[in-house]
């Protein structure tokens, strides 16, 4: 185990009011998997019909320790769409979700949002874009996975967006196949009683200006694939 190639102490500016942003919106859509298929594109699942990047799509699955069916996005056709997307909301949720295909998120998404939640994400194919920011353990007590097993995970395009690995819970970026860009820093625990991992065993990611943490917990390993940080 080593300490991250980099640190920085810049601060930034604190977000305010995101989840209540979040909580009043009139393109709210939560996943019900009314038909039982855990399918992404199964119009029936869903609060309001598929998703579209006017939705804020709200993702609660089951079964934290064995994701026996978590929600799949594949098409070979379609690309999934969102504006906000969380993964894991309510406190003592749990969400997974896996990308098999394409998926472009607008504005902003969180992995374990709430106190106590769990939200994985795993990326096994297509290309995954991230316009916006991108939390993983977003309040206290929250843990958010992102696993690249494959495919494309593009984060933080905007030039102004944020990638953090524990906002104020904990947060995991694992890696063993695919491809991982972030066009700006990645932050690996940045609240107190935070922390932030980052574990590449295969594949290759790029950061494209720093990585680092604020007051928090980081953890880099790397015992395989490539790393440009």
């Known amino acids: ?23 009043a919106s009139a393109a709210d859509n939560s ?10 594109f199964t119009a029936g699942n869903w609060q309001a019909g598929i998703p ?6 709200y993702l609660n699955t089951a079964g934290k320790t064995s994701p026996a069916n978590p929600l799949v996005i594949t098409s070979a056709t379609e690309k999934a769409k969102a504006s906000n997307l969380n993964v894991a909301w309510g406190n003592n949720e749990t969400g997974w979700l896996e990308v098999r295909s394409d998926l472009d998120v607008t504005a902003q998404s969180i992995v374990g949002r709430d106190s106590y939640t ?23 007590n929250s843990t958010g996975v992102l696993e690249v097993a494959g495919g494309t995970l593009l984060v933080s395009t905007n030039a102004v967006t944020e990638f ?20 700006n820093g990645l932050v690996m625990g940045n609240n107190g009683g935070s922390s932030g991992t980052l574990a590449v065993s295969g594949g290759e990611i790029w950061i494209g200006t720093t990585i680092g943490h604020w007051i928090g917990t980081p953890t880099y390993r790397q015992s395989a694939g490539f790393a440009s940080i």
């Open 164 to 183: 953090k690995l524990g906002e104020n819970g904990n947060g995991f970026l694992e890696l063993s196949s695919g491809t991982v860009r972030v066009k």
């Open 118 to 140: 769990y939200g994985h994400q795993k990326f096994s194919a297509g290309t995954s874009t991230y316009n916006g920011n991108l939390y993983c353990g977003y309040l206290a």
């Open 31 to 40: 996943f019900y998997n009314t038909v039982g298929d855990y399918r992404w």
């Open 1 to 23: 185990m080593k300490n991250p190639p980099h640190h920085y102490t810049t601060l930034t500016a604190l977000v305010v009011g995101v989840l209540g942003a979040l909580s």
């Open 52 to 57: 579209d990047n006017t939705s804020t799509v």
